[in-house]
């Protein structure tokens, strides 16, 4: 397995070294970068005084160190950045495809933060005129913690609250803590974990589930325990423990480097790359009401015996999407019934042939599917399927599972497919230089 990267990025006055203790824990299973935000750890703001700047600086951190597994963890401000982020990523952004997931941390929505409008005008006054008085970084720390920090944890936070620069400081809490960006960041197809603090308050449990989780597909909400807003400085062990089990089994999954290369480059489309992206996320589970779990189980058990060393329940699952969705080719046998009875009826059979076809031995499926295959059969009773149709039904469900399995783009990285890297530049796309047998072109995968 590839050795993924994490993008760190902190808090609000916070800086790259809010990360340090997480980073220990962690040690050398991840390659972390630990950013500061432009206007924080004593950099200056320059003109990255609104959201879009942020993620355009981000992006750039990202895309000129070219990881082909990586992680954007995002804590409070840092999480809004993340997010738009990944919606770039979502859109086919060039340089973003190697994106295996999203992890928040405390983090900010997409939407306006919550904030009481009385905090907000208090913190404002503190670098109205500039840098805060001291009193005031460390009322901030203290406020934002459970238990107050200790020693040189609290001392470093404190003197980056110190070395803020204010116009950053007043940017965030006057507009980018307030910017609508909840319709761009919809529908994110990426992996992500949700962290809340157990003592947090606007930004608490709460908060995330109703204000960050909703934009991701697949997100997880968990709670951290004797934290309130400073996690990574608060409970780094526990933080550093619950990135690497939850970002480790992703990072398997990833599509291999030399594909996500790939992927990236300038002759891929746009909408080509994002199609792949969001073929490549995994499937949403299906209700028991549109796909009862036996049936899933009978899915898998086929998808097994058919496509051996695909994922069994991964690809039974993309077959129900297609099953429930009534998606097919636009062909079925004119001796069978509609699609939804034809499947119906023939994995009715199966299951009552066998007394439960997802439960009996792999060389016993086998053999039955083979007997279906060959109209040799011996019908269960009440079936609706004579031999030449459950044949039929046998031949369209090979091409299914066959013709699912080989839409992924992780079965295109093992079988070297590249021919979707055409198309970058519209009727001025590259193309192919090599059109004889045996050779391929320098940007062309292995074979």
Request: aromatic letters at 6%.
């Amino acid at each position: 397995m590839q050795r993924p990267t994490l993008f760190l990025l902190h808090s609000l006055g916070a800086s790259h070294r809010e990360w340090d203790a997480v980073q220990r824990v962690l040690g050398n299973q991840f390659e972390c970068v630990a950013l500061d935000i432009p206007g924080f750890g004593g950099s200056s703001a320059g003109s990255a005084t609104d959201i879009d700047a942020l993620v355009d600086w981000l992006q750039q951190e990202v895309t000129v160190r070219s990881p082909t597994c990586w992680f954007a963890v995002g804590h409070s401000m840092g999480g809004k950045i993340v997010s738009l982020l990944a919606a770039r990523s979502r859109d086919g952004v060039q340089g973003l495809a190697g994106l295996a997931g999203v992890l928040l941390v405390a983090a900010s929505p997409p939407c306006p933060e919550p904030m009481q409008e009385a905090r907000r005008a208090k913190m404002l006054a503190w670098f109205a005129g500039g840098p805060p008085a001291r009193a005031d970084a460390e009322a901030f720390i203290d406020a934002n913690t459970h238990r107050p920090l200790q020693g040189a944890s609290r001392e470093a936070a404190i003197l980056d609250v110190l070395r803020t620069d204010p116009i950053a400081w007043r940017a965030w809490l006057r507009k980018g803590s307030r910017e609508h960006r909840q319709e761009e960041a919809a529908h994110l197809h990426v992996p992500a974990l949700i962290l809340a603090g157990a003592e947090d308050g606007d930004l608490g449990e709460a908060a995330q589930r109703a204000l960050n989780a909703p934009h991701y597909v697949h997100a997880a909400v968990d709670i951290v325990p004797d934290a309130a807003h400073l996690i990574p400085v608060e409970q780094p062990e526990w933080l550093a423990h619950r990135i690497a089990a939850w970002a480790l089994p992703l990072a398997a999954r990833a599509l291999p480097p030399t594909f996500i290369q790939l992927l990236d480059a300038e002759r891929v489309a746009p909408r080509m790359r994002a199609r792949l992206l969001a073929r490549h996320a995994k499937p949403l589970p299906l209700s028991e009401s549109a796909l009862p779990a036996r049936r899933l189980g009978m899915l898998a058990a086929l998808a097994a015996r058919l496509v051996p060393g695909a994922d069994a329940d991964d690809l039974a699952l993309r077959v129900g999407h297609a099953l429930v969705n009534h998606e097919s080719d636009g062909w079925r046998f004119a001796d069978l019934p509609p699609d939804a009875d034809a499947w119906a009826q023939a994995l009715d059979q199966l299951d009552a042939a066998t007394n439960g076809f997802s439960t009996i031995a792999p060389a016993a499926q086998h053999a039955l599917l083979e007997q279906v295959q060959r109209q040799c059969v011996d019908l269960p009773p009440g079936a609706v399927l004579d031999p030449a149709q459950w044949a039929f039904w046998f031949e369209d469900a090979r091409a299914l599972f066959a013709r699912t399995w080989m839409s992924l783009p992780s079965t295109w990285a093992s079988i070297g497919y590249d021919g979707f890297a055409v198309g970058g530049k519209g009727a001025h796309s590259p193309g192919y230089e090599h059109t004889e047998a045996g050779v391929i072109d320098a940007w062309q995968l292995p074979c």
